[in-house]
T-cell receptor, first 109, second 114 residues
Framework: LAKTTQPISMDSYEGQEVNITCSHN???????ITWYQQFPSQGPRFIIQ???TKVTNEVASLFIPADRKSSTLSLPRVSLSDTAVYYC??????????FGKGTHLIIQP | NAGVTQTPKFRVLKTGQSMTLLCAQD?????MYWYRQDPGMGLRLIHY???????AKGEVPDGYNVSRLKKQNFLLGLESAAPSQTSVYFC?????????????FGPGTRLTVT
């Protein structure tokens, strides 16, 4: 069963760019890489997905190298409201996602 | 458009009691999932469904049963609750057209079994 590995926690300051890296061991050839955000007492929220290279949307960028063994979620100019747990689950498709413990990101003023 | 809703939001059960958690989605999604999340942990998949009338086991299915009689609803049942089932339960849904990667989650049901 493919699993991902990411740092347990990170901290940064308002206005900084934050990069969270995830290791994707044994990622399936057809699987996309996704990132989710979760606030306390809420369900996870989808942030971004990609297959290769770089993807950008209104909230984040996702960098995926050619070998797809890692990915980096980049949050530009973070604010206090970005304090949350960030997940890079493995799997996907019809069979569902496998979530690890995620990265607890703390943003300080 | 309410998205994914879950009923109830909170519940306290005694060991051995039974209950059903209801998940409803109004996005016409084919795929639906039940996850549980224990303190400080990620989500673990209990059961899932790829369409009306079909269900499959996930990572931690023991002690739970599910049914999907209507496309928009996915029910999770606990026949005889145990303290180990104290957790927060999340339902999610997604469209087969997007490959199933962009899941929409409900607000969760906080269950305590005493």
């Amino acid at each position: 069963l493919a699993k991902t590995t990411q740092p347990i926690s990170m901290d940064s300051y308002e206005g900084q760019e934050v990069n969270i890296t995830c290791s994707h061991n044994n990622i399936a050839t057809n699987d996309y890489i996704t990132w989710y955000q979760q606030f306390p007492s809420q369900g996870p929220r989808f942030i971004i997905q990609g297959y290769k290279t770089k993807v950008t949307n209104e909230v984040a960028s996702l960098f995926i190298p050619a070998d797809r063994k890692s990915s980096t979620l980049s949050l530009p100019r973070v604010s206090l409201s970005d304090t949350a747990v960030y997940y890079c689950p493995s799997g996907g498709g019809a069979d569902g996602l496998t979530f690890g413990k995620g990265t607890h990101l703390i943003i300080q003023p | 458009n309410a998205g994914v809703t879950q009923t109830p939001k909170f519940r306290v059960l005694k060991t051995g009691q039974s209950m059903t958690l209801l998940c409803a989605q109004d996005m016409n999604h084919e795929y639906m999932y039940w996850y549980r999340q224990d303190p400080g942990m990620g989500l673990r998949l209990i059961h899932y469904s790829v369409g009306e009338g079909t269900t499959a086991k996930g990572e931690v299915p023991d002690g739970y049963n599910v049914s999907r009689l209507k496309k928009q609803n996915f029910l999770l049942g606990l026949e005889s609750a145990a303290p180990s089932q104290t957790s927060v339960y999340f339902c999610a849904s997604t469209s087969s057209g997007t490959g199933g990667y962009e899941q929409y989650f409900g607000p969760g049901t906080r269950l305590t079994v005493t």
